[in-house]
């Protein structure tokens, strides 16, 4: 536990570090796995919130002394399978202003923009949540639903954001990500808010 304490400060110390450095002025550092299985060996995912920056700008330091010989990878270049849920909101509000189709495109862009192994899972929402899509790599399905999305009743937010991250717990092996394309607040969920981004925080979303 102790070692596990010791790379969590390394991490940790990355950010003090990068902090200084005035490309990450803006940037926040997001511890969001920690893998121990393979102990002494520690692998450790975080998300780095703000702009993107040289992997040569990344140190660690344990007990205040730099560590030599770690290996800092952009998640594309590892093995771990990428999974995306899209949730996409079909309230009745979306239909104002053109917001669904915009929302349309943007899905789209997203989902042709995909690598090869990303697996994406299509959700819509309005009164309550549904799973139109199921982790997939192929992205004529993922097309084939969203272009089938119609706006229509009320904004149960929170519902399908605690009914997508829901869906991880059967893809264990997957990176967890949750995209939300809403044009605004909740109205009918059953779930509030501190649920569903608890929800989120377990699962590493």
Avoid at 15 to 25: I, M, R, S
């Amino acid at each position: 536990m102790k070692r596990v304490l010791a790379v969590l400060t390394l991490v940790l110390a990355a950010l003090a570090v990068a902090g200084a450095n005035p490309a990450f002025a803006d940037s926040q550092l997001v511890i969001r796995s920690v893998d121990t299985t393979k102990f002494p060996q520690v692998v450790i995912s975080t998300q780095l919130n703000g702009p993107a920056t040289n992997l040569a700008d990344v140190h660690l330091r344990e007990n205040g002394q730099f560590v030599n010989g770690f290996n800092a990878v952009p998640l594309g270049r590892t093995n771990t399978p990428v999974g995306i849920v899209l949730v996409v909101d079909t309230s009745g509000s979306m239909n104002q202003n053109g917001k669904l189709e915009q929302a349309k495109a943007a899905a789209r862009q997203f989902v042709s923009s995909k690598q090869p192994n990303d697996q994406i899972a299509l959700v819509s929402f309005n009164t309550q949540p549904r799973v139109l899509v199921n982790f997939t790599t192929d992205p004529g399905a993922l097309l084939n639903g969203i272009n089938g999305l119609a706006a229509t009743g009320e904004t149960a937010l929170w519902d399908a954001v605690s009914q997508s991250v829901a869906l991880f717990a059967d893809h264990p092996s997957l990176q967890p990500n949750v995209v939300v394309l809403s044009d605004g607040a909740d109205t009918v969920s059953k779930t509030s808010f501190d649920a569903a981004r608890s929800a989120a925080q377990t699962a590493h979303a």
